[in-house]
């Protein structure tokens, strides 16, 4: 059983790139997550999702893009790469609201310079 | 939004020493978590508690629901160098879309010298 599985692990983005991070689970979970997480800080959320075709804002959503086409895929767009941006990315997923057991993929390190 | 405020922010402590840090938020929670991250890793549940007032245990860690369901606690007790890592909390509201969301606290680092 892979879990969640992220990727790249690292990337560096120059000013105004755009990116895709993906995010594959294979445990059939309806919910999905995206965090961002800054040194120092703990995990602020950007987007999730409780199921295909539906997603929603979290916490801090400004610069990103998700879609959820599929249950397994929940891919992260950044379309103008700024520095703020410079953070560990990490996607999650679970069962569904009563299942309170988050899986984390090992995170994507991103470099915006 | 929802803000978690967790405390202390960092704690460096000797081998066998227990450990205390709480989490306070704005608002209620109906679900606190406790999650431990190591390097270079993403955050592994501890302790799930699900009711104001519980107190529950995994092995060296306890963990408790405060009463005014705004707070929760986690010790550790005797640690171990292993114990090296950061610590979230999270919290999980109640009512419509916020049953959907976890909001994860500032995070405790927590180093243990052998």
């Known amino acids: 059983n892979a879990g969640v ?4 692990k690292f990337r560096i983005l120059k000013i105004g790139q755009s ?18 997480q ?7 959320l950007i987007y999730y999702s409780v199921g295909a075709g539906i997603t929603d804002k979290g916490e801090v959503p400004n610069g990103y893009n998700v879609s959820r086409s599929t249950t397994e ?5 950044l379309e103008l790469a700024a520095p703020s941006q410079t953070s560990v990315y990490f996607c999650a997923s679970r069962g569904g609201a009563t299942n309170e057991k988050l899986f984390f993929g090992s995170g994507t390190q991103l470099s915006v310079l | 939004g929802q803000q978690l405020n967790q405390s202390p922010q960092s ?25 431990k991250q190591d390097p270079g890793e993403g ?12 107190l529950t245990s995994n ?56």
Not at chain 1, 5 to 8: A, E, H, L, N, R
Not at chain 2, 43 to 54: F, M, N, Q, S, T
Request: aromatic fraction near 14%; hydrophobic fraction near 40%.
């Open chain 2, 11 to 35: 704690m460096f402590i000797q081998e066998g020493e227990d450990v205390s840090m709480n989490c306070t938020s704005s608002s209620i929670f109906n679900t606190w978590l406790w999650y």
């Open chain 1, 73 to 77: 895929d929940f891919p992260l767009r």
């Open chain 1, 19 to 36: 990116m895709t991070l993906q995010c594959a689970q294979d445990m059939n979970h309806n919910y999905m997550y995206w965090y961002r």
């Open chain 2, 59 to 114: 092995g060296r860690l306890t963990a408790q629901f405060g009463i005014t369901r705004k707070d929760s606690f986690l010790n550790i007790s005797a640690s171990i160098p292993s114990d090296v890592g950061i610590y979230f909390c999270a919290g999980q509201g109640g009512f419509g879309g916020a049953t959907n969301k976890l909001i994860f606290g500032t995070g405790t680092l927590l180093a243990v010298q052998p």
């Open chain 2, 43 to 54: 955050p592994v549940l501890l302790i799930a508690l699900y009711k104001a007032g519980e």
């Open chain 1, 5 to 8: 599985t992220q990727t790249p």
């Open chain 1, 38 to 44: 800054d040194p120092g800080m703990g995990l602020k």
